[in-house]
């Protein structure tokens, strides 16, 4: 049996894809992505595929693989990547790595609040560029989590992690909202399940951590933002098509809301002239969530003992029910 594996990936998921002598396997040796061109020839005969957030697999690469093609294993908790319709009809299994990147994603959720709250990054500017003269009261003032209300979009595993980290700090009432209500997970934090435009109205800060769904795809928008107080942080580590990034702009630059921070846009990456980019109460991360030795080590490892348990017909440590 043969493999395609896209991308460079740590070694450790390589040592085991090598070690099982299940498979032999060809990989895209580089830190950019395959290029659509080779990702089409190169996918062509192979009974297993392991591949990023950023390949798009849809029915013109499962077609030029052929029938062979028996497991897709994504190096990812996220897969709006995936065709997964198309997937399912081809009788194609798949498997993700959830569970591995709650923490690390959370953490950096959290990083990114305080960042972007307390405005480190300007901070940090100012101290460079001649900016920082003398105290002064009223300079650099930010905004604090104690005796905050933070709302959750998604408190699904990053959800209630985010929300674990964040209790410490003097929360003193958690918001969540989702397709349904989660009695159980929000028990922890005693987090009021509430629609969408109460989760805005309420909040001091939102921090985004639900899936890409066609009903969550644009649904941080114009109305969303006008419902924000203006004294709200918003941020968004889920994916960046949640978000409507004009209207987020608007919001920045007419004092709608106080600031934003983004570890995830649309497109990724995010071009250089973006008008986000020149914004001071914005900071912006290059999708670094799951960006821990340690967290993308067990990805890779994951992702290898999915695709070389879908080969042999066994049960993947993780896979997508579809």
């Not at 009021?192 to 939102?206: I, M």
């Not at 990034?245 to 920045?252: C, G, N, P, R, V």
């Not at 649309?266 to 799951?290: M, Q, Y």
Request: charged share 20%; proline share 5%.
């Amino acid at each position: 049996m043969q493999a395609l594996v896209t991308r460079r990936i740590p070694q450790e998921g390589l040592a085991v894809l090598a070690q099982a002598g299940v498979c032999s396997f060809q990989q895209w040796d580089s830190d950019e992505p395959i290029p659509r061109s080779e990702l089409l020839a190169q996918v062509a005969g192979k009974h297993g595929l392991l591949c990023l957030l950023s390949d798009r697999i849809d029915k013109e690469v499962l077609d030029a693989a052929g029938s062979n093609l028996k497991v897709i294993s994504t190096m990812s908790v996220g897969v709006d990547h995936l065709a997964l319709e198309e997937i399912k009809k081809r009788g194609i299994r798949v498997g993700y790595t959830p569970d591995i990147l709650t923490d690390a994603t959370a953490e950096l959720a959290v990083a990114l609040l305080l960042a972007t709250s307390r405005r480190l990054p300007e901070s940090m500017e100012e101290v460079k560029n001649g900016g920082w003269t003398t105290w002064k009261p009223l300079w650099m003032c930010g905004y604090g989590l104690s005796d905050s209300t933070v709302g959750i979009i998604g408190l699904g595993r990053i959800g209630q992690a985010v929300a674990r980290r964040l209790k410490p700090f003097g929360v003193k009432k958690f918001l969540y909202t989702g397709s349904h209500p989660k009695p159980e997970s929000a028990a922890e934090f005693q987090a009021e399940f509430v629609p969408l435009t109460k989760l805005g109205e309420e909040s001091d800060f939102v921090v985004v951590t639900c899936s890409l769904t066609p009903e969550t795809k644009g649904m941080c928008n114009e109305d969303f933002f006008a419902r924000m107080k203006k004294t709200s942080v918003f941020i968004n580590t889920s994916r960046g098509a949640v978000v409507n990034q004009d209207d987020l702009y608007q919001a920045l630059v007419s004092g709608q809301i106080a600031a934003a921070g983004l570890d995830v846009t649309t497109p990724e990456p995010l071009p250089t002239d973006d008008p986000l980019l020149a914004l001071k109460n914005c900071v912006i991360l290059p999708h670094i969530g799951s960006a821990t030795y340690g967290t993308r080590n067990a990805m890779s490892v994951l992702a290898a003992n999915n695709l070389l348990a879908g080969l042999k017909g066994e049960k993947m440590p993780s896979e997508l029910q579809l």
